[in-house]
């Protein structure tokens, strides 16, 4: 079944970077754009922004940009979400989704926390 | 940039109850509103795209309206799983917001 995977927790200093892998399964990848969305505790959904896994296209929430870096791996139908420069304020859980444009975001992975601590 | 704004922040009801959930725009964007339930310690769940059309899978007590600046998720009759966050997303200009949530709690 269609299925996004995400890789596990991390935990990182401030001023480092993180990448997140999400694995996509089920379904043509090329199809479907990813979006990233983040989460701080007790907090609502937050969307950083999307990469077309056809093109390669990208849109950046104007609050990450040049902080993040989205990209695709279309031979193993992996998306990576990389953010720099790291604050204790980006302690998140961090989503993949399939992006079905006006069909929403329909398919979601598990979620990666994101722990920034010295 | 589109600002969404949710009411109420909570809203705390019996199973069995209506529930109404209002998602309004700062602007009119697009008709490409969307609507969607988080439970705790849980990914979001789609439930209603394109303002009104109800997600594979979702309840037929689902049902959403509106158009322009105003939206509404409407539960028919609320059953004990509904207990949720709902969250409502728009897109415009290749851009994704969310509104802030509505809490549904049990009364």
């Known amino acids: 079944q269609v299925q996004l995977v995400q890789s596990g927790a991390e935990v990182k200093k401030p001023g480092a970077s993180v990448k997140v892998s999400c694995k996509a399964f089920g379904y043509t990848f090329t199809s479907y754009n990813i979006s990233w969305v983040r989460q701080a505790p007790g907090q609502g959904l937050e969307w950083m922004g999307w990469i077309s896994t056809y093109h390669g296209d990208r849109k950046y929430a104007q609050k990450f940009q040049g902080r993040v870096t989205m990209t695709t791996d279309t031979s193993t139908s992996t998306a990576h979400m990389e953010l720099r420069s790291l604050r204790s304020d980006d302690k998140a859980m961090y989503y993949c989704?399939?992006?079905?444009?006006?069909?929403?975001?329909?398919?979601w992975g598990q979620g990666t926390l994101v722990t920034v601590s010295s | 940039e589109i600002v969404l704004t949710q009411s109420p922040a909570t809203l705390s009801l019996s199973p069995g109850e209506r529930a109404t959930l209002s998602c309004r725009a700062s602007q009119s964007g697009s008709s490409y509103l969307t609507w969607y339930q988080q439970k705790p310690g849980q990914a979001p769940r789609l439930l209603i795209y394109d303002a009104s059309n109800r997600a594979t899978g979702i309840p037929a007590r689902f049902s959403g309206s509106g158009s322009g600046t105003d939206f509404t998720l409407t539960i028919s009759s609320l059953e004990p799983e509904d207990f949720a966050v709902y969250y409502c997303?728009?897109?415009?200009?290749?851009?994704?917001?969310f509104g802030g949530g509505t809490k549904v709690e049990i009364k």
């Open positions: 989704a399939r992006d079905g444009h006006t069909y929403g975001l329909d398919c």
């Open positions: 997303q728009q897109r415009s200009n290749w851009l994704l917001t």
